[in-house]
């Protein structure tokens, strides 16, 4: 069985700060995937960066980037220049390779809020 | 180009009785998969559909069913509701003949059972 932990339920950051979020995992597949996804009061799960398990360069799209460390099963995000519209919930997630990213595991979750 | 349509947007229900929720894939987009997001927590992963077949299952009982019509469009059921049952169901779509598609969300529906 996957299993995704957040351990930051709420953070707050200055706007254009700088503020990273956790995530850890545990799987005994050798192939998966690795998501975050943002989730706005629209409700809507938005794909912010995907990183492939077997790629070790850490995916980066414009001002979100992840660390990802397989060896300790985290997969950080960083968001930099933090802006109004990064305010929502942040979810980390896992997704095994042989099917797909069609059953993805979720975690808990963390309520990003940017300051004006 | 639309994306992922789901409706109703709300629906209130009685213990014991039965909804459907539906759910209209992306466009170009062959597989639909459902999800149940708790109040407060991360979704789960109900079931998939693909080729009007069920491909994958999640931990939930019998009472949870669906369909896919041959225009990829899905239902989602729910007979004999619990008050555990509320919760915001998300669909999700992808296309099966790209390895590790991304799946791409619809707004959801929150359902509420009384």
């Known amino acids: 069985a996957q299993t995704v932990t957040q351990s930051q339920p709420e953070m707050s950051v200055q706007e254009a700060e700088t503020v990273t979020l956790s995530c850890t995992y545990d799987?005994?597949?050798?192939?998966?995937?690795l998501f975050w996804y943002k989730q706005p009061p629209s409700r809507q799960m938005i794909l912010v960066i995907r990183q492939e398990a077997y790629k070790q360069q850490n995916a980066t799209e414009n001002r979100f980037s992840v660390n990802f460390q397989k060896a300790a099963k985290s997969f950080s995000l960083k968001i930099s220049d933090s802006q109004l519209g990064d305010t929502a919930m942040y979810f980390c997630a896992l997704g095994l390779s042989n099917f797909g990213n069609e059953k993805l595991t979720f975690g808990t979750g963390t309520r990003l809020t940017i300051i004006p | 180009d639309a994306g992922v349509t789901q409706s109703p947007t709300h629906l209130i229900k009685t213990r014991g009785q039965q909804v459907t929720l539906r759910c209209s894939p992306k466009?170009?987009?062959?597989?639909v998969s459902w999800y149940q997001q708790a109040l407060g927590q991360g979704p789960q992963f109900i079931f998939q559909?693909?080729?009007?077949?069920?491909?994958q299952r999640g931990n939930f009982p019998d009472r949870f069913s669906g369909h896919q019509f041959p225009n990829y469009s899905s239902e989602l059921n729910v007979n004999a509701l619990l008050l555990g049952d509320s919760a915001l169901y998300l669909c999700?779509?992808?296309?099966?003949?790209?390895?590790?598609?991304?799946?791409?969300f619809g707004n959801g529906t929150r359902l509420t059972v009384t």
């Open positions: 799987t005994s597949e050798s192939n998966y995937y």
């Open positions: 999700a779509s992808s296309w099966d003949r790209v390895l590790n598609s991304p799946l791409h």
């Open positions: 466009s170009g987009h062959d597989t």
């Open positions: 559909y693909y080729e009007e077949e069920e491909r």
